[in-house]
């Protein structure tokens, strides 16, 4: 039977984190082929995710299990990080979409979108919703849409049209309300419950059995 490390799941957010990091190192250098650099990057970032995702895939299929401790801190004092059937499910879907979506933007973004940074916004998009999709408290879930958040509003200002930036308002303004709303209700569940944590919640208070 197949086994795999629990410190596979740190990979969906360091894989992204990371190439979009080089790729924003080599913008600032200014390098005279920076663009050309941040596309493999993003190529790179893509392929690896989608290979992490179906293997995670395939594991927990199988009906397995895999949950990591970020920094062997115990649960709740740590961050856990957790996977089951769905979450495999999710994780391939997103990174097939993302993987699909590549060659769209090589083909149909002008070169001034490209210079401002792109690729780099849409891998740290695919970082916040991997870890949207393994996080198991929900601190780390705010987190993670906060990243979302951040990077899609550069994603849609991106050019500076009057149309985008009118656009770009509104969105942020909608999400910082869905922002707000999540905050409280982390703040409610802990005050509640005293932990953050999901898995802890479910197995010391019974919720869906109550």
């Known amino acids: 039977m197949m086994t795999l490390s629990p410190s596979l799941l740190a990979f969906p957010v360091a894989i ?8 924003v190192i080599f913008q600032l250098l200014r390098g005279p082929s920076f663009v050309q650099v941040q596309k493999v990057l993003a190529g790179v970032a893509l392929g690896s995710n989608l290979l992490v995702a179906l293997l995670v895939l395939a594991y ?10 970020v920094g062997l801190w115990p649960a709740p004092f740590g961050i856990t990080v957790y996977a089951d059937a769905l979450t495999g499910i999710m994780l391939t879907t997103n990174g097939l979409l993302a993987l699909l979506i590549f060659p769209y933007a090589l083909a149909s973004l002008d070169l001034r979108r490209e210079r401002l940074g792109y690729y780099p916004m849409a891998l740290l998009l695919l970082m916040g919703v991997n870890g949207a999709f393994i996080t198991g408290d929900l601190f780390n879930l705010y987190v993670f849409y906060e990243v979302m958040l951040m990077a899609s509003f550069v994603l849609l200002a ?26 409280l209700a982390a703040g409610l569940t802990y005050g509640t419950l005293g932990t953050l944590n999901m898995a802890r919640a479910l197995a010391e208070h019974d919720i869906f059995t109550a």
């Not at 992204?16 to 790729?23: D, F, H, I, K």
């Not at 927990?60 to 401790?69: D, K, S």
């Not at 985008?164 to 905050?183: D, E, F, K, P």
């Open 158 to 183: 991106l050019g500076g049209t009057p149309s985008q930036i009118n656009a770009s308002i509104r969105y942020v303004v909608l999400n910082l309300m869905g922002s707000i709303m999540l905050l």
């Open 60 to 69: 927990t299929l199988a009906g397995n299990r895999i949950v990591l401790q």
């Open 16 to 23: 992204p984190l990371a190439c979009a990091a080089l790729g």
